[in-house]
């Protein structure tokens, strides 16, 4: 079975919705590692209610990004893990880990990229006055939010949005689109050539 390490940074409902996928059968793989680089954020707690082993890396201890990079692959590596999820995970990657885990790292982004890259997507979203907009799984490369997409769904914005509730209503199709994407890799589904990426059925 695939394992996944899930990256994480705060309240962790994408890294919930795949422990739950998994328990439920309707994803056919496990999350073999939760990795946070921030000590006491709730997503830790949902891994240790789903008996799932976890480990704070604090990025604060390393001098470079690629030093901590390294220190996250190599505890992926220890844990076998195949593909990696970064699940509101704050930190810009390097090379260190997308030449360890090459087109094996996705990233689950609150609006329909290229949109509102970046921080804020639902502030940014709101600002702008789209009347749609939704979110995006996309393999992960050296840019903010420019990798290769593999899935997006739309969700509408209404004139009476709040950057709350319009996160809310985007995380619960977020809470879908993750574990899709991540049963396709699962099952072997996913080619990528260059920008491009097929789905196989
Ligand atoms: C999600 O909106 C995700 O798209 C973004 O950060 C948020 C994480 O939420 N990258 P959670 O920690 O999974 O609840």
Redesign the pocket.
């Known amino acids: 079975m695939m394992s996944v390490g899930v990256l994480?940074s705060?309240?962790?409902?994408?890294?919930q919705a795949l422990l739950d996928a998994s328990a439920a059968g309707t994803l056919d793989a496990r999350v073999a590692v939760v990795i946070s680089n921030v000590a006491g954020v709730p997503?830790l707690e949902r891994a240790r209610l789903a008996h799932v082993p976890s480990r704070v890396i604090p990025h604060g201890d390393f001098g470079r990004r690629e030093d901590f990079d390294a220190a996250v692959v190599a505890v992926l590596r220890e844990h076998g893990v195949d593909l990696v999820v970064l699940?509101?995970f704050m930190r810009v990657v390097t090379p260190v880990l997308l030449q360890g885990y090459a087109s094996r790292v996705i990233n689950?982004?609150?609006s329909l990229l290229p949109a509102f890259p970046g921080l804020d997507a639902q502030a940014q979203a709101l600002a702008y006055g789209v009347c749609v907009s939704g979110?995006t799984v996309h393999l992960v490369d050296a840019g903010m939010d420019t990798g290769p997409i593999l899935a997006q769904v739309p969700v509408p914005v209404y004139p009476t949005d709040t950057t709350d509730s319009l996160r809310a209503r985007i995380?619960a199709q977020?809470h879908i689109i993750l574990p899709t994407v991540v049963s396709w890799f699962a099952a072997d589904r996913v080619t990528v050539n260059g920008r491009r990426v097929r789905v196989s059925p």
Do not use: D
Request: charged content about 5%; glycine content about 18%; aromatic content about 0%.
């Open positions: 994480v705060g309240n962790g409902s994408n890294l997503a699940a509101g689950v982004h609150p979110c995380l977020e």
